[in-house]
């Protein structure tokens, strides 16, 4: 079994400052883990993965996020927001062959202050 | 490289209808799975579909059904709608079917509004 726990399920930031959203998993075995952004009346498109090898992983639009096993954590970072980064983000665990194999977060609503 | 298509964007049915939704993936992949997402339970798999075949199905009742056609491009269908049937539905597609490491690539979603 696997679950997926977003902490905080808004965040507000002001533009330039750093933005932490985090994430903690649990998974029976080795996790594939995700984090995506859904702006508003859009799919989710795919900000960055964590497969095998190095566990600080750098996504799209200067988003990073790092494995760390022993706290079952994946937190999403990003050294200075933009307005444009307001949007929904999720965190997904991949544990197995199969879309079904996905567990989603609930999602965390990032808000950017200017 | 056009995206996942799916459509309508929105629709409005009432109790009792039924509803049919479509899809067409990414040109070449031939992997497809549909979500169902709303704000108390998120996002919850439906089913993926691969060569035309359903490998995989998530916790919904019988009412949910989906096919897929030789060209990848899949339907959905609800049947006897329920309010709570209400949701935006995302189709995504992925290349094979969908390994643990592998990308989907997602739709923008049908909104369906139930009345």
């Known amino acids: 079994a696997q679950s997926v726990t977003q902490l905080g399920s808004h965040v507000s930031v002001s533009e330039g400052a750093l933005v932490l959203l985090r994430c903690n998993y649990s998974?029976?075995?080795?996790?594939?883990l995700f984090w995506y952004v859904q702006y508003p009346n859009q799919g989710l498109q795919l900000l960055l993965k964590y497969t095998t090898g190095a566990t600080l992983v750098k996504g799209i639009n200067g988003f990073e996020a790092e494995f760390k096993k022993s706290e079952t954590s994946f937190h999403l970072t990003k050294p200075s927001a933009h307005m444009s980064d307001a949007a929904e983000y999720f965190c997904a665990v991949r544990a197995g062959l199969g879309a079904g194999k996905s567990t989603f977060g609930d999602g965390t609503t990032l808000t950017v202050k200017p | 490289k056009a995206g996942v298509t799916q459509t309508p964007r929105y629709l409005i049915k009432t109790r009792g209808q039924q509803v049919t939704l479509s899809c067409s993936p990414i040109?070449?992949?031939?992997?497809v799975s549909w979500y169902q997402q709303t704000p108390g339970q998120g996002l919850q798999f439906l089913f993926e579909?691969?060569?035309?075949?359903?490998?995989n199905k998530g916790n919904f009742p019988g009412r949910f059904s989906g096919r897929q056609f030789s060209n990848s491009r899949s339907e959905m269908n609800v049947s006897t709608l329920e309010l709570g049937d209400s949701a935006l539905y995302l189709c995504?597609?992925?290349?094979?079917?969908?390994?643990?490491?592998?990308?989907?690539?997602f739709g923008a979603g049908t909104r369906l509004s139930v009345l």
């Open positions: 040109s070449g992949h031939r992997s």
């Open positions: 579909y691969f060569s035309e075949t359903q490998r």
């Open positions: 995504a597609s992925s290349p094979g079917l969908v390994l643990a490491k592998n990308i989907q690539y």
């Open positions: 998974s029976s075995v080795p996790p594939y």
